[in-house]
Every structure is written in structure tokens, then in C-alpha cells.
């Protein structure tokens, strides 16, 4: 067990399905105390209970609309009670979304960009008070932010802001030691073959190096990573996690 994570006090948004969950579960593996939040599956927030409890009962599951500033607000009081402070934010919430740009109503706009960068600013900025020193805040974009993506500019430019809120987060709290860093994943399997048509998806196999989608297992490495102390002299940065497209 990493002596960097044993003990160490992590928020996971977005916590109980897919990479969320593969997050919190490596990093309660990896010794640390974990609150993962979720906004309305309870049966998922349930299953994650039961999973986080194999590491320990200190770990915490807690219903939370991260878009919401009531609802933040509240989750960081719970964490404050429960923990006393935080070493480990990953800032995981997010949606897609699928348009053409000629059919994106302002309505669409504002729930992509809600969810994918309102969502990290507004939980990082209540979670502020609970950092210490040396923490690390790890957001989860997409690989697509570098790239573009056809019949996604909305997605696209959401996961592109998050690069630059990252950047510039940590020139801002450099001077406390704590680091922001971003984990950005390709065509991540949460669901069998991603939910998408099996030519769609042997097409993006294809355009990867190696040749799979990737695992939320293999998104989950790179956040732990950038959470521990093997990581200490890395923040502003963008690790992709998509295979070498």
C-alpha cells in the first residue's frame, strides 16, 4: 500500500458508476478515506456503499447535485464532519453531449457546460477551506478538448475550459502546495461497448495505438497517480488516457 494515499482524505463527484466509482474504489484500496457523491441512482450509491465497506467503514456515500451551490454546500459540511479536511478532490461530474452545432439551442449549451465546468468551479471553490496543504485536485476531462470533436462543439469547448481552469487553478494555489492536474480519458467502456453501434466502435478501436477502448480501471490509475506523492512535482497539466489516438 502507497504510503502517500494511506490515510489520505478524498472526494470523489460523480463517485458510484463508471470511472467515479473505478476511482473510489482504487483509491479506498489504496488506503484512502473516500466520500463519493452521486446525484439521484440510488441503487448505485447502495452497490458503491457495499463496495467501499470491503476497505473500511469510515468511507462515506452521499447524494449531492454538484451543479447546485445549496447542495455543495452541504456536501462539504459532511466531509468537514466526517473527515476534518480534504487531500484528494477529483472533480469526476460530467455529461456528453451529441449535436449538430446548426440544431445547439442555448438550453443544451448551458447543461453540458453546467455539468462539465460550473460543476468542478463550484465544488472546488466550497472544497477550498477543506484542502491542505499539499493536496492534489484532479478534474476528469476528455481527450476530445485537444482534438474536436464532430457534432460536439459543446462538449468539446466545455472540456477544453476545464484545461485552462486547471492551469490556471494551480498557479493560484502552487504557493500552498497543492497541485491541479487533469486526467483526460478517450472512449471509456462504463457500459458494454460504450453504448454505441459495434462499427462505430471498432472504427475508434481502430484509431488507438493499442487497439481497446479504455477500462474506467485505466482512467482510475492515472487520477491515483496524480493524487499521490509520486506525482509531487506535477500540477497544470493534462494526462491523456486514451489509448495514443
Known amino acids: 500500500m502507497p504510503a502517500s494515499l494511506k490515510g489520505k482524505r478524498a472526494l470523489v463527484t460523480g463517485g458510484t458508476k463508471g470511472i467515479g466509482l473505478a476511482t473510489a474504489l482504487e483509491l479506498a484500496r489504496e488506503g484512502a478515506l473516500v466520500c463519493a457523491c452521486y446525484a439521484n441512482d440510488i441503487a448505485a450509491a447502495t452497490s458503491t456503499e457495499v463496495k467501499l465497506k470491503e476497505y473500511g467503514d469510515r468511507h462515506r456515500v452521499v447524494r449531492a447535485d454538484v451543479t447546485d451551490r445549496a447542495d455543495v454546500a452541504h456536501l462539504t459540511d459532511l466531509v468537514r464532519e466526517a473527515f476534518g479536511g480534504l487531500d484528494i478532490l477529483v472533480n469526476n461530474v460530467g455529461v456528453d453531449g451529441v ?25 472546488t471553490h466550497a472544497a477550498l477551506g477543506l484542502l491542505a496543504d499539499g493536496a492534489s485536485v484532479i478534474n476528469v476531462g476528455s481527450s476530445v478538448a485537444l482534438r474536436g470533436r464532430s457534432r460536439g462543439v459543446h462538449y468539446t469547448a466545455a472540456k477544453a475550459a476545464l484545461i485552462g481552469f486547471s492551469r490556471a487553478l494551480a498557479k493560484d494555489l502552487g504557493a500552498r502546495g497543492i497541485r491541479v492536474n487533469v486526467v483526460a480519458p478517450g472512449l471509456t467502456e462504463t457500459e458494454p461497448g460504450a453504448g454505441l453501434p459495434a462499427h462505430m466502435v471498432e472504427r475508434i478501436v ?25 506525482s509531487r512535482y506535477i500540477t497544470g497539466t493534462t494526462i491523456n488516457v486514451d489509448g495514443g489516438v
Open 206 to 230: 481502430t484509431a488507438t495505438a493499442l487497439k481497446r477502448l479504455a477500462q474506467p480501471e485505466d482512467v482510475a490509475g492515472a487520477v491515483v497517480f496524480l493524487a499521490g506523492d509520486s
Open 99 to 123: 449535436v449538430t452545432f446548426e440544431d445547439l439551442d442555448r438550453d443544451e449549451w448551458s447543461r453540458v457546460m453546467s455539468h462539465n465546468v460550473d460543476a468542478a468551479f463550484v465544488t
